[in-house]
């Protein structure tokens, strides 16, 4: 359900607050958040209601709603689920169009939990409410000095450009401390997202001009659209999202139910959703932070995506090395023009390599100055990543770490380059002194190796979403209803997806031995015959397919041992047909498929096909529709692209064609979103380079 701005703005904005269960009872949820308001300065009127008291925390106490001396713009209401929705019922009917409700016990409580939950997004549809939760902890407004929130300890004060969303109470616990000096603007947790949910709170915060930088870990999205929406907007604004996302694993998706009461979904559907709309996905939350610190210092990486990491050691240079390829960090040899510059540093035996042990014949501050000299002059190099050993406690190389951050605060870098530092391990965090020298010059300072590696590669591989992107025009499915699409005999099926731009094989039925003669005559030997029905998946277990029929002879025979198979397995199916098909060449066999996704939209898959598609169970997936170019790209991420490509004296392939035939299916899958679940090509048969494609076999799903 989505909301208002004016009552969002009310529900993280509010200049009025009521605190409904306020008590003077240490621990309670309610005395935290009376106590975290209070300590940060709420600039707003703040009411406490309870009929046992007359005061808390020095502030009047007032029995209900109904006396208090305003309507509120927000109503905490910090009292047993059972009792919470009277509570919110009396606040819409006084006015009030925001709320809060952090109990449990709602869909996250079993079917009567579910029903109450049901009960709570009734009333406050009723009321034209925003309500955060329930099962959530609050929320955190730094720069507006709002802290409704259940948690022990507030962040720093000091306001920054970092907003935090959240499903989980404890990841936002975990980041709101800031041990990394990000600087946080906001800390919102969602909850069950009953009402206002995850979507609504990010197109909030990203449309604050205030916010650059926005981390969300998520178990589910309940709502992608409005969540795209959001994040274009986010896009068009030049912010940048940085998701960190449980249920990778069955476990993961298990742990997920269990707790928010949502399912999780297909976990590569997530994937093609984040990268079609913009959205960095981290590993974990080290991973997540760093990412954002590294974006919140440079919104745009360089156009030249190539990093040289530099360290003081061939140990962690090594490190490095293993690293960036498994995280996608771009590291090239470097050129021979800056190994030419570069070996006079180092002993006549040893040759500089990406990354860089900047030792070299040992530390010269003028012999280092030559060396960064030397990286930033090379138009190969878009970054310069240095590893370093200068932790919070100041040991290991904090003195020749912070005498290399002296130098770039000394030296003009080009406006085209990028400077990054990280420290090689994560336990000791960052030196200040240092990142203070750095910060000054606009450097980010990260922690950790590994997360800071997984930064680097998202930052520098980062795509915007294409806001002004046109998908080309949409070959819809005839005016019939999805059933009888999905219903289609085979040579129906065939011509619709000629018809939408799929290079398919002619398909020819037979009724007869006699009616398959001649179409073998006018396809052209050899042929292909098969048994065919809409129900019927899986052909060449159930003896329907009979390859390589070189003359009449051998048509004749396949007919009567194919048409008695087929009788078998789809007898009295209208649709079932014997058909015969030109013997394709040898190629490489691709799986195309189309999944319908109510939620996510249209989903376009593509792989090695055949046989190998149950074996490897290896595809690219995108939101669809998608073109040619994203169609290359599809491949490129599975072993298809290497088949393709050419291997032991086989092929190229005609890439070309395989991109086009996946952009046609995108396209059809996405203009028939309300009449078919699935499509599938299994096999499309790439030939060589310059010969096409074709799919020999295909699949429909009626929507449900």
Request: overall charge neutral; aromatic content about 6%.
């Amino acid at each position: 359900m989505g909301v208002a701005d004016v009552q969002l703005d009310k529900l993280l904005r509010p200049q009025s607050l009521a605190l409904v269960g306020a008590t003077t009872r240490e621990h309670a949820a309610s005395l935290r958040i009376l106590r975290n308001l209070k300590t940060g300065n709420f600039p707003g009127r703040l009411y406490p209601v309870n009929p046992r008291y007359q005061e808390v925390l020095g502030l009047r106490c007032y029995p209900t709603l109904a006396s208090l001396p305003e309507v509120v713009d927000a109503v905490f209401i910090a009292i047993p689920a059972d009792d919470a929705l009277g509570v919110l019922d009396e606040a819409g009917t006084l006015g009030v169009k925001a709320a809060f409700i952090n109990g449990t016990g709602f869909a996250d409580g079993g079917p009567d939990g579910v029903a109450r939950q049901d009960r709570l997004v009734a009333i406050a549809r009723s009321h034209g409410m925003a309500v955060s939760g329930p099962n959530n902890s609050g929320y955190i407004n730094l720069w507006d000095r709002t802290y409704p929130s259940t948690f022990y300890t507030m962040p720093p004060p000091q306001p920054g450009p970092v907003a935090i969303i959240t499903q989980s109470g404890s990841v936002a616990i975990g980041l709101c401390q800031d041990d990394r000096a990000l600087g946080l603007g906001y800390i919102i947790t969602a909850g069950n997202e009953a009402v206002c949910g995850v979507a609504d709170y990010l197109d909030f915060v990203v449309r604050d001009d205030r916010i650059t930088v926005v981390m969300l870990f998520l178990e589910v999205l309940r709502e992608p659209a409005r969540f795209a929406a959001a994040a274009l907007e986010a896009a068009r604004r030049n912010k940048r999202i940085i998701v960190t996302r449980v249920g990778r694993t069955e476990g993961g998706r298990a742990a997920v139910a269990a707790h928010s009461g949502a399912l999780a979904g297909d976990d590569a559907v997530y994937d093609a959703f984040f990268r079609k709309y913009g959205i960095v996905r981290a590993a974990d939350l080290d991973e997540m932070v760093e990412t954002a610190a590294l974006f919140a210092a440079y919104p745009d990486p360089p156009s030249n995506p190539h990093v040289v990491p530099v360290t003081l050691s061939g140990g962690e240079a090594g490190l490095i090395a293993d690293l960036a390829p498994e995280r996608g960090l771009s590291s090239p040899a470097l050129s021979p023009e800056t190994l030419a510059r570069l070996r006079p540093q180092f002993a006549p035996d040893f040759t500089p390599r990406n990354p860089l042990d900047a030792y070299g014949l040992g530390w010269s501050r003028e012999r280092f100055v030559d060396l960064l000299q030397t990286l930033l002059s090379d138009p190969a190099i878009g970054t310069i990543a240095h590893g370093v050993d200068a932790s919070s406690g100041g040991l290991g190389d904090t003195l020749l770490t912070g005498e290399i951050a002296d130098i770039y605060a000394a030296i003009d870098i080009p406006a085209e380059k990028r400077i990054v530092f990280f420290t090689n391990t994560g336990g000791g965090g960052v030196n200040a002194e240092i990142r203070t020298v750095l910060k000054k010059k606009g450097i980010p300072f990260l922690c950790g190796m590994r997360p800071s590696i997984g930064a680097l590669a998202h930052w520098a591989n980062y795509r915007a979403p294409r806001l002004d992107a046109r998908d080309g025009p949409v070959q819809a499915a005839p005016s019939t209803a999805a059933s009888a699409i999905a219903r289609m005999a085979e040579p129906d099926r065939f011509a619709l997806m000629s018809k939408a731009g799929l290079p398919m094989t002619p398909c020819l039925a037979a009724g007869s031995a006699d009616d398959a003669v001649m179409a073998a005559a006018r396809l052209g030997y050899p042929v292909v015959m098969k048994g065919t029905a809409p129900s019927l998946l899986h052909k060449t277990e159930m003896n329907l397919i009979r390859l390589a029929l070189a003359d009449e002879r051998a048509v004749r025979a396949a007919y009567g041992s194919v048409k008695a198979a087929l009788d078998r397995h789809a007898g009295g199916d209208p649709a079932a047909a014997v058909i015969l098909q030109p013997m394709v060449g040898p190629g490489v066999e691709l799986i195309l498929g189309v999944r319908n996704d109510a939620k996510f939209g249209s989903i376009i898959v593509a792989g090695l096909g055949g046989t190998l598609v149950e074996i490897l169970r290896e595809a690219s997936v995108r939101i669809g529709p998608v073109d040619e170019a994203e169609a290359r790209a599809m491949l490129a991420e599975t072993m298809a692209g290497v088949i393709l490509g050419g291997v032991r004296g086989r092929g190229p392939s005609d890439l070309d064609a395989a991109a086009r035939a996946i952009a046609a299916l995108s396209r059809f899958g996405a203009a028939n979103r309300d009449r078919l679940a699935s499509v599938e090509i299994n096999p499309l048969i790439v030939l060589e380079r310059g010969k096409g494609a074709l799919g020999v076999d295909v699949l429909f799903e009626p929507l449900a």
